[in-house]
């Protein structure tokens, strides 16, 4: 059905208002000096130029938490999704329930679940604890906006345990169901965790501008396997084009998720698509991956993930890029730090069903925003034991308009306008 939906064709068969069958959701950017702490919060002290060992501040080391590299695969087991947020750089704003309660969410395309914490949960919901603003005074955060069950007409208990097993302990809570607003589109029936515990997440919650998840991936991945809320969205025909875009643009504040179609102000020429290896992370195959003129690695296997700032991909191959620019591994960590004054003159280029996309080299430095003049390096080595090779995240989502096309299993890029 063409550029006409089906729930606009029902509203206007029953007298109703037609609402949009595309909305736009305006995405916020983390600051990249408090996306950079966040990862070098991992560890307490990272590695300097000189070879020595460099103090971090105190907000820094308490967050040293986790006592492990981060992990940032979603696993195909029926209760375990490994990943680590404070990898999430862009989040935006949904609604839950009758009448609609308010939640800033990360959107990604790397797991399936939605879940928001709930009016019981205090383990990690109620922003920093003493002890963190004791090891730090300048420490703030604001809490969690949590759901009220008992306020929404709508909601439904479902009762079954909603329980996720992250990298550093559990999120866990019940499944629920309610309604789910993006502007003026309505999800009826969507099963949501209803969580009280999100120790799983660590301090990169307590201190992160996100209240949830909202997974873009396909229901073969979720928990329980329960439907998605773009897969409902489907279903009920709320939908003008059963896909949704992505357009992140520069480095700026300013991004857009359009849900139910494209925004053709946002990028030029035509939408090149990709046939998925499968549908259940939007994984693809790359032909070849090169930085300058040497050629990295061909044949592998990638997925485009919203909720990935950096781009990640084997040891073998990511250390030898980040030696190649100078970049020093940070201590206890999987990170890499460059001199901000690096000049990455060399093009990394993705050839992708046969064509180019090229993110240009200074693009993988991520400024700390101190007098330190020291760059996260947007490369992180991680190696996976199943599934993708490499993820593609915000660095190279950044460069070109990302089209998830759910009906037909394809991913599309387009330069931007």
Not at 99 to 113: A, C, E, L, R, Y
Not at 164 to 183: A, C, L, N, Q
Not at 321 to 339: C, H, V
Not at 388 to 394: E, N, T
Request: aromatic share 10%; hydrophobic share 35%; proline share 3%.
């Amino acid at each position: 059905m063409s550029r006409f939906s089906k729930a606009a064709l029902f509203s206007l068969f029953l007298g109703m208002p037609v609402s949009n069958a595309m909305v736009k959701i305006p995405l916020h950017k983390i600051p990249d000096e408090d996306h950079v702490k966040a990862h070098l919060g991992l560890v307490g002290m990272y590695a300097d130029f000189d070879g020595g060992v460099k103090e971090l501040t105190k907000l820094q080391r308490r967050r040293n938490l986790r006592g492990e590299e981060e992990i940032s695969l979603v696993y195909k087991e029926d209760d375990i999704q490994i990943r680590d947020f404070q990898n999430a750089q862009y989040y935006g704003d949904i609604e839950l329930g009758t009448p609609g309660q308010k939640f800033t969410v990360i959107f990604d395309t790397g797991s399936s679940n939605l879940w928001v914490p709930s009016t019981s949960c205090t383990t990690g919901c109620d922003g920093p604890t003493e002890a963190m603003k004791w090891l730090d005074p300048d420490m703030t955060a604001d809490k969690k906006d949590k759901f009220n069950s008992s306020a929404s007409s709508s909601f439904q208990k479902d009762g079954r345990k909603f329980h996720i097993k992250y990298g550093s302990g559990p999120v866990s809570g019940i499944f629920g169901e309610d309604t789910v607003r993006f502007g003026d589109l309505g999800v009826t029936g969507q099963k949501f965790g209803v969580i009280d515990n999100v120790a799983g997440l660590g301090p990169a919650y307590s201190m992160g501008a996100f209240d949830g998840i909202l997974g873009l991936g396909f229901g073969s991945l979720s928990i329980d396997k329960s439907k998605t809320v773009m897969e409902n969205a489907m279903d009920q025909g709320q939908l003008d084009e059963n896909l949704f875009a992505f357009y992140l643009g520069d480095n700026s504040d300013n991004g857009e998720l359009s849900i139910g179609g494209m925004d053709e102000t946002k990028f030029k020429g035509d939408i090149h698509y990709v046939d998925l290896v499968e549908a259940s992370w939007w994984e693809i195959m790359v032909d070849k991956i090169t930085v300058g003129d040497d050629e990295v690695a061909t044949e592998v296997t990638a997925i485009v993930d919203s909720g990935t700032s950096l781009l990640t991909g084997p040891t073998k191959y990511v250390s030898k890029i980040a030696e190649k620019y100078g970049a020093k591994r940070t201590f206890l960590s999987p990170n890499y730090m460059i001199d901000c004054d690096t000049d990455i003159t060399d093009d990394f280029t993705f050839t992708i069903d046969g064509k180019d996309y090229t993110v240009q080299g200074n693009d993988f430095k991520i400024s700390a925003g101190d007098d330190s003049n020291l760059c996260l390096f947007g490369m992180s080595p991680m190696d996976m034991p199943m599934g993708p090779q490499f993820i593609l995240g915000d660095i190279f989502m950044r460069r070109y308009y990302t089209v998830f096309d759910l009906g037909n299993e394809k991913v599309g890029f387009a330069e931007l306008a």
